[in-house]
Nanobody, 123 residues
């Protein structure tokens, strides 16, 4: 199981760190991703990090503001968000995949999902 945490209310321009922890599964064999779903919108890709953390990929909307990282020893994957904007308000989900695609950015690429954590950015 995956469990995302760290969401909350923050003012525009602020920062938050989301964390995804796994139980019953070792994350080192998986590509880890973060997605988000804003009210009334479809879930969208945010960021991914490959198995040994050597490669990361970001949605254009968060590039330069968000950083994804992983600690395979601790079985966690974090998303550090800075320069937050009201349009970043969403429920954020972590996910894991064994996909060998170079950049798995679609929801259907992912095998396991955690419960989301709500991030609200006030203007």
């Amino acid at each position: 199981q995956l469990q995302a945490s760290g969401g909350g209310l923050v003012q525009a321009g602020g920062s938050l760190r989301l964390s995804c922890a796994a139980s019953g599964r070792t994350l080192s064999g998986y590509v880890m991703g973060w997605f988000r779903q804003a009210p009334g919108k479809e879930r969208e890709f945010v960021a991914l990090v490959r198995r040994i953390g050597d490669s990361r990929y970001y949605a254009d909307s968060v590039k330069g503001r968000f950083t994804i990282s992983r600690d395979n020893a601790k079985n966690t994957c974090d998303l550090h968000m800075s320069g937050l904007k009201p349009e970043d308000t969403a429920v954020y989900y972590c996910a894991a995949t064994r996909s060998v695609a170079s950049r798995p950015t679609a929801q259907y690429d992912y095998d396991y999902w955690g419960r989301g954590t709500l991030v609200t950015v006030s203007s």
